[in-house]
């Protein structure tokens, strides 16, 4: 019986389906049918019933989501081909077909590539030259017997396709074993390989292949530090500057993933980086250029090297890290000054400023602000988070944009950027912009008009990529909660001292304080030490834990008292490696009754009525609200001299009472033994600081701090 195969690129009309399949049976033949479509599609009943139907998209998604998203992008020819050349159920019946019929366009390139495979089908395109070629085959059988001997391999196309396959799947497979895991792990394997990857002679495309493999291998393999630095070495030899820079970049990447800092391979992967970057600028191509870019950004400010560790390089010497950066003409042009065509105009007098506050998904130190002007009769706000508007949620997202856009390019996004913000620029007499992100970099990508626009910044963006792509000409006054962040700002961001730069305003961050005034009845209160917050490495428990340690050799009473959550191990390798320290620490003291962990709670008010004594342990802090909050509810603060502002004139000491800081955790015993031996001289110390933080960073306080700033002719 002769066997018909029909490919459908695109559902078919029902009725012209129904008709050919009758056409078809009726001289004798039997139907399959193979469609790029659901079953649903097709009403397999009347004159389909017990039509033999393979669903391609079915087919596809049975291979998974990876291959069905894969296959789903491309144009419907291709896309009915990919699914068909990797289905066995349409291959099988291919090849015992006698004619292969494309019932569409989408099909033809299908049917041409499953005939080449089997050469005795006949394969047309439309249901009249198939009904056409049964007949032929009806009237002429002994020729059909005849071609059909002659025609039983594939053609020679198809023969040398399939011989180079197999020979480059072998030739993989082989590779793939000699380089494996198994092999890495011993000391031979390893170095007969990356003597292989050095190899004089090689083409820079095969090295690099061969390197990733290898290093990937390594890996797997356990040895980490080798599958590093086999990509290191790949790149020294490799002529290609693109290639050797994602070779570096890779390494580099490697190496931090594994809680590792080599800064000498950080900086010569940023710097070929910053090469290519500037090479491709040069060319005006400014995707590449910001490619480039973005991989120096991700390696010179990994949260690993910056975050997640009790030190930072940037933080000891902005100059020298960012060195590589500052000589780049590409990352220069990223922050040239463009500036405003006009000057913002001073806040109206005849009615209300209209303020806008806006942020980027992180409104935590918003809340008070917004309450305060939301009740201020002279003041008419709007809030905007860009990350939850629809237009601007797609302009904000990643930085790429923004750069080609700084660089040069992207006049489509100024344009859509412009047409999103210009009716809220229009609006406000003031844009209030919180964290110098993603919405401050979007904000300053078009001219703010006479708007004028104020800019906050904390201390995580002092260690972040946004500040350099952000134009500060185009922001009139930028807030820095501390003189200390705002020291290293100034020198992180040198366009800070030149011509159209904003003014500087040092003002705290809004606390409402007085609700943390609740009594300590208890006077053996003044032995429990307390820390408010120790989600990140910078907080620093262990410094805590070596104070209590030295406090419990005088008077086994002190103990200490965690409030809220500790580290997240997911955060990174340098994370759990600090944790996998921590842990042991905490248990052993816990066991010993000297530590209780609170863990996270809405009451932090409460929960500092059990603690006389507050300890900030951080190596870096911009402000430290929870040293304050627990100052105000009574307890004796201590503040560590944080190290990452040790090179700076200005630091804890000059934020807080200078006899409330300390150098090292013997200096913190001995302040804490000196005030807590007695409970009249622990209230002795502790209630003057509570009234000094109350006076000076209370929210009745800072707000009108804010008032100067954001309302002058009312303040």
């Not at 690993?304 to 020298?320: E, L, N, Y």
């Not at 990452?644 to 009472?657: C, H, I, K, V």
């Not at 209370?698 to 303040?715: I, K, T």
Request: glycine share 6%; hydrophobic share 45%; aromatic share 6%.
């Amino acid at each position: 019986m002769t066997q018909v195969l029909l490919i459908a690129g695109a559902v078919p009309t029902l009725s012209m389906l129904k008709a050919s399949v009758e056409k078809f049976r009726a001289v004798g033949a039997t139907v399959q049918l193979a469609g790029l479509f659901d079953r649903d599609a097709l009403e397999l009943d009347g004159s389909l019933r017990g039509l033999d139907f393979r669903s391609l998209n079915e087919a596809a998604a049975e291979r998974g989501t990876a291959f069905a998203k894969r296959t789903a992008k491309l144009p419907p020819p291709r896309r009915t081909w990919v699914s068909v050349e990797r289905d066995q159920w349409t291959r099988r019946h291919a090849r015992k077909a006698q004619v292969l019929v494309a019932l569409d366009q989408n099909a033809v390139y299908t049917v041409w590539r499953l005939a080449q495979h089997n050469r005795r089908a006949d394969a047309v395109f439309g249901v009249a030259p198939a009904l056409r070629a049964l007949e032929a085959r009806a009237e002429n059988p002994l020729h059909y017997a005849l071609r059909d001997v002659v025609r039983t391999v594939p053609s020679p196309a198809v023969t040398a396709r399939s011989t180079k396959r197999a020979v480059r799947q072998g030739a993989g497979m082989v590779l793939r074993r000699a380089s494996s895991p198994a092999v890495m792990r011993t000391a031979i394997g390893a170095k007969a390989w990356r003597t292989a990857v050095v190899a004089p002679r090689v083409p820079d495309r095969m090295r690099a292949k061969l390197a990733r493999r290898v290093s990937l291998s390594m890996a797997k393999g356990g040895r980490r530090t080798g599958a590093t630095m086999v990509l290191d070495q790949a790149a020294d030899r490799t002529a290609n500057r693109t290639l050797q820079a994602a070779l570096l970049a890779e390494a580099a990447r490697a190496d931090l993933a594994r809680g590792h800092d080599n800064p000498k391979l950080r900086d010569k992967a940023i710097a070929a980086a910053l090469t290519v970057a500037d090479e491709r600028f040069k060319k005006k191509d400014v995707s590449k250029a910001a490619d480039q870019l973005s991989t120096a950004f991700a390696l010179a400010f990994n949260r690993g090297i910056h975050f997640d560790g009790v030190s930072s390089p940037m933080a000891k010497d902005p100059d020298a890290y960012l060195a590589a950066f500052r000589r780049s003409a590409a990352f220069k042009a990223l922050s040239a000054p463009r500036g405003r065509a006009l000057p913002a105009v001073p806040a109206p007098t005849d009615r209300p400023l209209r303020l806008l506050v806006t942020t980027y998904a992180n409104a935590a130190f918003l809340q008070s602000i917004r309450d305060r002007y939301e009740n201020h009769p002279n003041v008419e706000i709007r809030y905007l988070d860009v990350n939850e508007d629809e237009t601007l949620r797609p302009l904000v997202r990643g930085i790429k944009r923004i750069m080609e856009h700084a660089l040069g390019g992207q006049l489509p996004f100024r344009e859509k950027v412009e047409e999103a913000l210009r009716p809220h620029l229009d609006w406000a007499d003031t844009v209030f912009i919180d964290w110098c992100t993603n919405a401050a970099g979007l904000f300053t990508a078009i001219d703010p008009g006479t708007t004028r626009m104020v800019l906050r910044l904390h201390s995580y963006e002092a260690f972040a990529f946004w500040p350099h792509v952000v134009d500060f000409t185009r922001i009139d006054d930028l807030i820095l909660v501390s003189d200390h962040l705002r020291e290293l700002v100034e020198r992180v961001l040198p366009q800070l001292g030149g011509p159209g730069a904003p003014a500087r305003h040092v003002i705290a961050n809004a606390m409402d304080l007085v609700r943390f005034q609740q009594d300590k009845t208890d006077a053996d209160v003044r032995f429990a030490l307390g820390l408010v917050g120790v989600s990140a490495v910078a907080k620093d428990p262990r410094w805590a834990l070596e104070v209590l340690r030295l406090l419990r050799q005088k008077d086994d009473r002190y103990r200490l008292v965690i409030i809220g959550e500790g580290l997240n191990r997911k955060a990174g390798p340098v994370v759990r490696a600090y944790d996998n320290l921590l842990q042991p620490e905490l248990e052993e003291l816990e066991a010993a009754g000297a530590v209780h962990r609170v863990g996270q709670t809405s009451d932090v008010p409460g929960a500092l009525t059990d603690v006389g004594v507050i300890l900030s342990s951080s190596v870096r802090e911009s402000f430290h609200c929870g040293l304050v909050e627990g100052a105000v509810s009574g307890a004796l603060p201590v503040v560590r001299d944080w190290p990452f502002f040790a090179s700076l004139e200005n630091g804890p000491r000059t934020l807080f009472p200078a006899d409330w800081v300390v150098a090292t955790p013997r200096e913190a015993a001995d302040r804490i033994l000196a005030l807590t031996g007695t409970e009249e001289a622990w209230r002795a110390a502790t209630e003057p600081a509570a009234k000094h933080a109350l006076s000076m960073w209370d929210w009745s306080v800072v707000g009108q701090e804010f008032d100067r700033l954001l309302l002058p002719a009312q303040a």
